[in-house]
């Protein structure tokens, strides 16, 4: 009202000296509010500060900087460029001394202390308070740079706010980032290193142009190695075998007529990958190589690494990978590269990066009826060599590493199933992804607009779209965590918002730099849909997947035009989850449990300081069967009231639910492995994907396993009475507690907040996709 008329400048001048004065006399918490009327004000009426006046300037700037609740107010309201942005530290102490809701009776906060609780400055672990602030100001630090290198408006009071409700909705588990995001994000990875790539879950390249003459023809190889050492999980395609330009390039013998050139390895990701591009390289060019390398720079084995966590390996992994790449290729001289070629330098990559962070697999946990791998390939359904590829009496020797790749076919649709699902029925192989769907729609409702027209495969979990050389960056929303329709579309805005700002840095590949540019493709997932139906119903379910899809379409038009970028080709997505999941208590992605009650089979160091207070608690922990140097801990989980088993669902429903996410709310894709009965349902998938492939953009199957398949089940369904007399059995003492949704579950009340941690080391950093069936994780299985 009053400021209607004060554009003119002596009125202006006057009124801001005035403020000012009353503003120095307020109290701190007077002066947040006040700060936020002056703006807004100052919004509405269309007037500013002059920067012509640098008294005027001032004196605003520093009675509004003294404010606990908002940054310093410069020209314009632009932040100093040497100030980084931080949370109020008053709206921080509010959540100092809350218990987290972490779910599943402690197995959250136990996941979350082992894998996201990173050392502070001063020496000590995080808590989960402070992880959250290093993720938030981390996020807002990568919006503060965009605004800044592009000469943008910054509203300190607007993201302050914005960055509080986004706090607010990560410690209610409300959402989560992506588990390497909880890991990297804010971390010196980021803000010093800028290596932006591994805050990113997952990429897929193709090798069908490896041999155009773009870039050398080991390009695709490296470049997956390069990513998966930084924990992206990434897909690939076989399209480069057999090509008529394969032909051209066949298989030679480095050229010993020169000279060896040595190569001293650098004790670096950049080293190790550099090195295995020069050895490919040097068996298809006369001009390149031969080498020898030098692994004398490689730290030592038991080393701890900087950076990304975990304990050094030593040179050997890298060592036995050039040795295996050699003799591969050596035995193949004068052919042009296979399709077994190009997925076992893939798989024998994908062995190397396990090896080389500490993770051994047993031959127990790695056959194919355990899917955690790192890698997916894709290959031609037609393909008798590719279909084949598991088929461990014909490729024995394929048996010690072919399990680091999902493998999955393009299927046309309309394509004759019948052959192709005997071998599915025997190990649940190959999956199935239908790329013309995938090019053509968005939801599958909506009409084709052909948006991924250049798309050419999907992540290991085949829950994006890809293009070649493509990373995406995924969330996940907690349905069931919210009270309302509209309070889940409040965390919407704050769960895409954190995607979307991971779109704005740059990765390290300048190939991947000029797609992402373009497409800024994130996925906004869904976890807990298991739980959301058996509390609210399918036609629920329904509405807040319609309502949210349009809600998140306005958020992305209304965020890309405030960073003046372009909107997101695709927006949504169903990943099937894991340890992020397990944090909030949820279901993964739209996976039903084994058991409304169950067991769920934890591995952890016999070093981990985590054994004291566990044993105290009264949790069976035992020796572990396939580590010697490990212990399992079994802690009992209850996933809600009124849940069905996966026993109870069909395939028929497993894959209809699918096709429901993939209709209403996945704009990319929805990853789903869709347990089956061999002998029951075995010989009804043929009819099922006959249906089903105009409904889906991928799907993956798996024989269902009898119950004790083997020792030490990850997850194991129990009765009620059996998960009764074990929580009966614990301490502290069990009460009935109400969830958010008023459903009645008997859970722990198991509190790590008083735990202090003596480890001085990093947790390793999150591997892939952070799933509970596409990551080899031999810890939580």
Known sequence: MFTKGISHFPFKLLFTRNLSNFIQSSTSSQKGDLSRIFLNLSRQNSFSLL?????????????????????????????????????????????????????????????????????????EKEKWWETIERVVNGTFNIQKRWIEQNGLIWDSIKTQESAQSMYDKIFNMKFLPPGRGLWAMGSPLTEERHLSSALNNCAFVSTEKMFDGSSSISTPFTFLFDASMLGVGVGFDTKGANSDESKLHVIMNPNISRPFTTYVIEDSREGWVKSFGMLIDSYFYENVGPYQFDYSQIRPPGLPIKGFGGISSGAEPLMRLHTRISRLLSENIGKPLSVTNIVDIMNLIGKCVVSGNKCNVSNTLSNDQVRRVAEISFGDPNDVEYINLKNYDINPHRREYGWTSNNSVFAPLGFDYTTICDR???????????????????RMCDPPDHKDMYAQGGNPCLEQTLESYELCCLVETFPTNHTSLDDFLDTLYSAFLYAKTVTLERTHWPQSNAIMLRNRRIGCGLSGVAQFISQRGLAELKTWCEEGYKHIQNVDKEISKWFCVPNSIKTTTIKPSGTVSLLAGATPGMHYPESRFCIRRVRLSKNSELIDPLEKIGFKIEQDVVESSSLVVEIPIDHGEGIRSLKELSMWEQLSLAAFLQKYWSDNQVSCTVTFDPETEGPQLKYALDYFQYQLKGISFLPRMPLGAYAQMPIEAISSEQYDNII?????????????????????KVDFQNFQSTDKSDPEIERYCDTNTCVLDPDVW
Do not use: H
Not at 65 to 74: G, M, V
Not at 424 to 441: C, S, T
Not at 732 to 747: D, F
């Open 51 to 123: 920067k012509s006046n640098v008294w005027y300037r001032k004196q605003v700037s520093r009675t509004f900087s003294t404010s606990s609740e908002c940054a310093t107010l410069t020209d314009d309201n632009e932040p100093s460029k040497a100030e980084k942005f931080r949370l109020s530290e008053q709206f921080l102490s509010k959540y100092q001394d809350v218990i987290p809701p972490f779910g599943f009776n402690g197995l959250g906060e136990m996941v979350y202390r082992r894998t996201y609780s990173r050392l502070k400055e001063d020496g």
């Open 424 to 442: 599915v029925i025997k190990n649940g192989e190959p999956g199935f992804a239908w790329l013309d769907n995938a090019r053509a729609y968005s």
């Open 728 to 748: 009966s059995s614990l301490l502290p003492l069990s009460t009935p507690i109400s969830t958010i949704t008023g459903a009645k579950q008997k859970n722990l």
